[in-house]
């Protein structure tokens, strides 16, 4: 069962704007804090962006300021708004979700999207 799905990945140019959507099953979002991943080729993943469901935020020193992490409840989506990107920002984007048990005998459940390509040209 696919729990997350992201949307929103192109081709835009350098100094360009794109926002990432990530629709999650309302089970996982109503309880799940959400993330934004993204491995570039040849690179490790790397943590971009976290929401919490009080809707604290964090963000990679790469990327602050120039990407805004958010989440709306109603529709059970996460976004990530991406402005002045630039070619290192080029690579596969993931969305993330971490659901806490519900017993303290449970353990953490954690989901991965399929990713969405995102490619910044110079």
């Known amino acids: 069962q696919v729990q997350l799905q992201e949307s929103g990945g192109g081709l835009v140019q350098a100094g360009g704007s794109l926002t990432l959507s990530c629709l999650a099953s309302r089970r996982v979002f109503s309880r799940g804090a959400m993330d934004w991943y993204r491995q570039a080729p040849g690179k490790q993943r790397e943590l971009v962006a976290s929401?919490?469901?009080?809707?604290?935020?964090n963000y990679a020193d790469s990327v602050k300021g120039r990407f805004t992490i958010s989440r709306n409840n109603a529709e059970n989506t996460a976004y990530l708004k991406m402005e002045s990107l630039k070619p290192e920002d080029t690579a596969v984007y993931y969305c993330h979700a971490a659901v806490p048990p519900i017993s303290v005998e449970g353990h953490v459940m954690e989901y991965w999207g399929k990713g969405t390509l995102v490619t910044v040209s110079s």
């Open positions: 929401i919490t469901t009080d809707r604290f935020t």
